[in-house]
């Protein structure tokens, strides 16, 4: 546990100190209108920025742990849980999810398709990815198995379930308010939150099975 303490405690005083920064450059901008170079390097809801970095950077320490974890019983789950997070990492600091998703509501579109064939090929890709690895996580000790489940309810409860509200808000009222801040900071946190917590789950869990 101390060990863990050792990354775990600094990663969240980093992902803390963007959630402030992130509040007062928001704060700045919704009162003057103004943005720049503070602002695009603090930004949580931009791209290619420091909390971007600092995010993909959590997304890597999991995928190098998972890797680490080949030489178990269930190392088929565990290089799928380190590609995933690889690629989740690659995504963050290159934003590919967005621009696939950009390109894919382009051809529904101009298909005459409607785009909610995207969501659900995304839903379906999700329900089968947590189809493969339900015997893998009930394998799992109790404790393992908790943190686990937890940290996934929290990651993806960011990334899919509050950016999903945090886009419906946008639609219906704009970027430029304190609802959709206040949702953008929840979404992120979580994602970090997730990630580090994740990282710190899966380097324990290897190092119980060295004692």
């Known amino acids: 546990m101390r060990e863990r303490a050792r990354a775990t405690v600094p990663l969240g005083i980093v992902a803390f100190v963007f959630a402030v920064a992130y509040l007062l450059v928001r704060w700045r901008a919704l009162d003057t209108g103004r943005r720049g170079l503070v602002y695009d390097l603090f930004d949580l809801d931009g791209e290619g920025n ?37 690629w989740l990492s690659l995504d963050e600091g290159l934003a590919l999810h967005e621009r696939i998703a950009a390109r894919a509501l382009e051809w529904t579109r101009d298909g005459g398709a409607s785009p909610l064939v ?48 945090a886009h419906a808000w946008a639609r219906a009222h704009g970027w430029d308010n304190w ?30 099975l060295l004692e």
């Open 50 to 86: 420091l909390p971007t970095y600092f995010s993909a950077a959590c997304l890597a320490r999991v995928a190098v742990h998972a890797a680490r974890m080949r030489d178990t019983k269930d190392r088929k789950h565990w290089t799928a849980l380190a590609v995933i997070f690889g």
């Open 118 to 165: 995207v969501w659900c090929g995304g839903a379906v890709l999700c329900a089968s990815l947590g189809a493969f690895f339900v015997p893998f996580v009930s394998r799992m000790s109790p404790p393992l198995r908790r943190a686990t489940i937890l940290c996934g309810l929290v990651y993806v409860g960011g990334a899919l379930g509050v950016e999903t509200l």
């Open 179 to 208: 609802v959709y801040t206040a949702l953008v900071l929840l979404e992120e946190i979580a994602e970090m939150a997730g990630a580090i917590a994740f990282g710190s789950v899966v380097l324990n869990a290897r190092r119980s």
